[in-house]
Nanobody, 116 residues
Framework: QVQLVESGGGLVQPGGSLRLSCAASGIIFRVYHMGWYRQAPGQQRELVARIAAEGTTDYPDSVKGRFTISRDNSRNTVSLLMNTLKPEDTAVYYC??????????WGQGTQVSVSS
């Protein structure tokens, strides 16, 4: 029933940009906190951006100033604009919707590869 579907991943040169999108269904989107996480092989999943239900955003230092998260509650979507991409940004990026520990949902992931 709950579905989060990411799109927009791909291969990009260092310094380039990508915009990821996540379409959510099966949840009351406006009340959920949304986030983007990434995971490289052999690494733990890490937060790259989150936007609370009320609209406040949070970024780790590794992406602050380069990535921007946004949400459109009328379309049940959350997006991640990634600028000035670096090779270390290479990972599978996952969309997350969280309300409680029981209501915590993930998308299937989309690959972002930054390489020359």
């Amino acid at each position: 029933q709950v579905q989060l579907v990411e799109s927009g991943g791909g291969l990009v040169q260092p310094g380039g940009s990508l915009r990821l999108s996540c379409a959510a269904s099966g949840i009351i989107f406006r009340v959920y906190h949304m986030g983007w996480y990434r995971q490289a092989p052999g690494q733990q999943r890490e937060l790259v951006a989150r936007i609370a239900a009320e609209g406040t955003t949070d970024y780790p230092d590794s992406v602050k100033g380069r990535f921007t998260i946004s949400r459109d509650n009328s379309r049940n979507t959350v997006s991640l604009l990634m600028n000035t991409l670096k090779p270390e940004d290479t990972a599978v990026y996952y969309c997350n919707a969280w309300l409680t520990s029981e209501l915590d949902f993930w998308g299937q992931g989309t690959q972002v590869s930054v390489s020359s």
